[in-house]
C-alpha cells in the first residue's frame, strides 16, 4: 500500500505568520503531487499542484517538491483566519490515475 | 475552470434501503471518476474507480455488490449504496479527470461538492 504522510496537527500560527505543512511520500515514482485544502464538512479544493524539483508559488502559496526525498511542502505566507482548514496532501501513484491522500493536516490561523 | 455537481447533498435513509449518489461533470468530458468514503476526521479513501462503458474497479476490501456503481455516460456516473446500515453513514465524495487532458502530468481532479449519507 503507497503511504501518503502528514503531522495531523494541529497547527496554530498567528494571523500573517508562515504556516509550513509537510508530507512525505512511499511511492519512489510518483510525479504528480497535490495540495488540497479541506474546509469541515465540505469537499476539497485544489490548492497547489508540484510535478518538477524545487519551488512552485502562486500568490501567497508555495509547494516544495525533493523527490530525492520524496518529501512534499505547502508554505502559506502572510497566513490569514481564512486559511483555517485541513490541508490534504495527495500523490498520484505510479503507473496509475489513482490519487493516494494524506490524513491532513488541520491548520488554525488565530486572529 | 471544471464542474463536478454531486447530489444529493444531504440524504437520511432508513436501514436496509438503498441510496443512490450521483456525480456529473458539467462542462467536460470524464472518462474515469472516482468514488471515495471520508469517515470524521479522517482521510478521503478510495473505494472504487468508476470507467465509462465498463465495469468499475474496486478497491481492496469494498465490497461491489453493496456499493453499485454505473458510468453510463462521459458525464455521469452513481453510487449506489444498497441495503444502507448505520456503518455506512459517512461523507461520499467523487471526483473525475478531463479526459481531454489525456495522461499529461499536468492535471487535477475536480472533486464533487459531496453527500452527507446518515443511515439510521
Known amino acids: 500500500q503507497k503511504e501518503v504522510e502528514q503531522n495531523s496537527g494541529p497547527l496554530s500560527v498567528p494571523e500573517g505568520a508562515i504556516a509550513s505543512l509537510n508530507c512525505t511520500y512511499s511511492?519512489?515514482?510518483?510525479?504528480?503531487f497535490f495540495w488540497y485544502r479541506q474546509y469541515s464538512g465540505k469537499s476539497p479544493e485544489l490548492i497547489m499542484s508540484?510535478?518538477?524539483?524545487g519551488d512552485k508559488e502562486d500568490g501567497r502559496f508555495t509547494a516544495q517538491l525533493n523527490k530525492a526525498s520524496q518529501y512534499v511542502s505547502l508554505l502559506i505566507r502572510d497566513s490569514q483566519p481564512s486559511d483555517s482548514a485541513t490541508y490534504l496532501c495527495?500523490?498520484?501513484?505510479?503507473?496509475?490515475?489513482?490519487?493516494?491522500f494524506g490524513k491532513g493536516t488541520k491548520l488554525t490561523v488565530n486572529p | 475552470g471544471a464542474v463536478v455537481s454531486q447530489h444529493p447533498s444531504r440524504v437520511i435513509c432508513k436501514s436496509g434501503t438503498s441510496v443512490k449518489i450521483e456525480c456529473r461533470s458539467l462542462?467536460?468530458?470524464?472518462?474515469?471518476m472516482f468514488w471515495y468514503r471520508q469517515f470524521p476526521k479522517q482521510s478521503l479513501m478510495l473505494m472504487a474507480t468508476?470507467?465509462?462503458?465498463?465495469?468499475?474497479?474496486?478497491e481492496q476490501g469494498v465490497e461491489k455488490d453493496k456499493f453499485l456503481i454505473n458510468h453510463a455516460s462521459l458525464t455521469l456516473s452513481t453510487l449506489t449504496v444498497t441495503s444502507a446500515h448505520p456503518e455506512d453513514s459517512s461523507f461520499y465524495i467523487c471526483?473525475?479527470?478531463?479526459?481531454?487532458?489525456?495522461?499529461?502530468?499536468?492535471?487535477?481532479?475536480?472533486f464533487g461538492s459531496g453527500t452527507r449519507l446518515t443511515v439510521v
Open positions: 511511492d519512489r515514482v510518483s510525479q504528480s
Open positions: 468508476s470507467n465509462e462503458g465498463s465495469k468499475a474497479t474496486y
Open positions: 495527495a500523490v498520484l501513484q505510479g503507473g496509475s490515475e489513482k490519487l493516494v
Open positions: 508540484i510535478y518538477s524539483n
Open positions: 471526483s473525475a479527470r478531463d479526459a481531454a487532458t489525456g495522461t499529461g502530468l499536468n492535471y487535477g481532479y475536480t
Open positions: 462542462d467536460f468530458q470524464a472518462t474515469t
